[in-house]
């Protein structure tokens, strides 16, 4: 195998699409396969098997290869990371998964993640933002969860669920807005009006 260290990602792309180079195939799958299994596990939570989301990543990283242009796109990296992230979340939504998993499985709504402002925000951060201190660990009374299940589906539109289905893997607004394909301001509006319908089920 060549030594494709010495290339940038966008160079190697090139060399695939103007050499069909085998190898250089080969080297770009197994560079950004712990990027995949990355996903896959924050992906899991949503209710998918995991073994399954990881063969939908390489999918999505094999679309990457295929339909990066270097002249249009961000950083080979950057695509790589949205094509992974919408072949897992399209094969999510399009499965007959349960929905809301997360709650189901008593996983903290407050426990604390990687935010979009990369502050280590929580969940609860949908209704505080503003908020400086978020306590780690507060897991939900069980009597509070189908209250909260019960308020996404009465409350939040498809749309809506579909936001926060990915905000609680851990995606920013800028990273959702880009997976469904929708404007940056209409996905951060929608992140409002969750907060506002969610917040005196979040706060009992």
């Known amino acids: 195998m060549k030594n494709y260290k010495d290339y940038t990602d966008e160079q190697i792309v090139l060399k ?5 180079e085998s ?23 949503l209710g998918a098997d995991r073994d399954d ?32 992230s919408r072949q897992m979340y399209s094969a999510i939504a399009s499965s007959a998964r349960k929905k809301h998993a997360p709650l189901n499985s008593y996983i903290s709504i407050y426990s604390s993640r990687e935010g979009e402002d990369s502050s280590g925000s929580a969940i609860e951060s949908i209704l505080e933002s503003d908020s400086s201190s978020i ?16 308020a996404i589906d009465r409350e939040l539109s498809a749309l ?17 807005s880009a997976v469904l394909s929708r404007d940056l301001k209409s996905t951060d509006n929608a992140m409002q009006r969750i907060r506002k319908k969610l917040k005196k089920y979040l706060r009992k």
């Open 135 to 150: 306590p780690e660990e507060h897991v939900i009374e069980q009597e509070n969860i189908k209250d909260l299940e019960d």
């Open 23 to 45: 190898e250089a195939v080969d080297y770009i799958m197994n560079k950004y396969k712990d990027l995949v299994r990355k996903k896959a596990g924050s992906m899991y939570i």
């Open 160 to 176: 809506e669920r579909q936001i926060l289905d990915l905000y609680i893997t851990g995606m920013s607004v800028r990273q959702i």
């Open 53 to 84: 989301l990881i063969q939908e990543g390489m999918i999505g990283l094999f679309k990457a290869v295929r339909d990066y242009d270097i002249g249009r796109d961000a950083s080979f990296m950057t695509f790589a990371d949205l094509c992974i």
């Open 16 to 20: 695939i699409h103007d050499d069909n």
